[in-house]
């Protein structure tokens, strides 16, 4: 939580935080175009991408002056509202399905005050073609002008061999994926495609 004390775990999230807000408030030549989209993916799955969503969403909600939104892009296994404790509601799924319904009326408040959550929403038979969708990306871009102050947070299952579709790539995307193997813990930070 935004208000406790240092761990290890969130000293670590700290230092990822600090080159992930440069992108994504980087002005002038250094500018990176959505820069402030960050998705969180790996190639397989319990590898950490919804616990490092959250603690990066968390972290980056410390900050005063920025406000987050965490959006469960996992549809087959959305986690974040259970994760947080929040009810569940209609989210991306519904707004790519449903062109009449606004994104905005989807977010979730939290009580941490600078931090909205957009979940996945309903369950539905077609998420991989959603995903890969040109609605997907005209919702992408929608974020993205819509929340242009926010740090915008992707917690994404990938499904595709490199590249991503299209609507996916406009992310100046870094993977953050941390995880514990039975023998011994390790961490990685690598870009999520190049
Ligand atoms: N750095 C970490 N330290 C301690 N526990 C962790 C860490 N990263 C992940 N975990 C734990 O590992 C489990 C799997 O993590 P998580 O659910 O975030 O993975 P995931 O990649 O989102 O999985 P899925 O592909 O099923 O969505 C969870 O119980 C999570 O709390
Ligand atoms: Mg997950």
Redesign the pocket.
């Known amino acids: 939580m935004p208000d406790s004390p240092a761990t290890q775990t969130a000293e670590e999230f700290r230092i990822v935080k600090r080159q992930l807000l440069l992108n994504a408030f980087a002005r002038g030549e250094n500018a990176i175009k959505n820069g402030n989209l960050i998705l969180v993916c790996s190639a397989q799955?319990?590898e950490g991408?919804?616990?490092c969503?959250i603690n990066l969403a968390l972290s980056i909600a410390s900050e005063r002056d920025l406000t987050v939104l965490l959006v469960d892009a996992?549809f087959a296994?959305p986690?974040i509202l259970s994760t947080l404790g929040l009810e569940g509601g209609k989210g991306l799924v519904d707004v790519i399905v449903d062109p009449s319904l606004d994104l905005a009326d989807c977010l979730i408040r939290t009580n941490i005050e600078n931090l909205a959550v957009l979940p996945a929403g309903r369950q539905h038979h077609l998420t991989t073609e959603l995903l890969a969708s040109e609605r997907m990306g005209a919702m992408i871009e929608e974020i993205a002008q819509r929340y242009r102050d926010r740090v915008v947070i992707f917690?994404r299952?990938r499904r595709w061999r490199r590249p991503p579709p299209p609507c996916w790539r406009c992310m100046s995307a870094r993977c953050c994926s941390w995880w514990r193997p039975r023998a011994r813990a390790s961490r990685s930070c690598a870009k999520a495609w190049p």
Do not use: G
Request: overall charge neutral; charged content about 55%; cysteine-free.
């Open positions: 799955p319990n991408k919804t616990f969503a996992d296994k986690e917690d299952r």
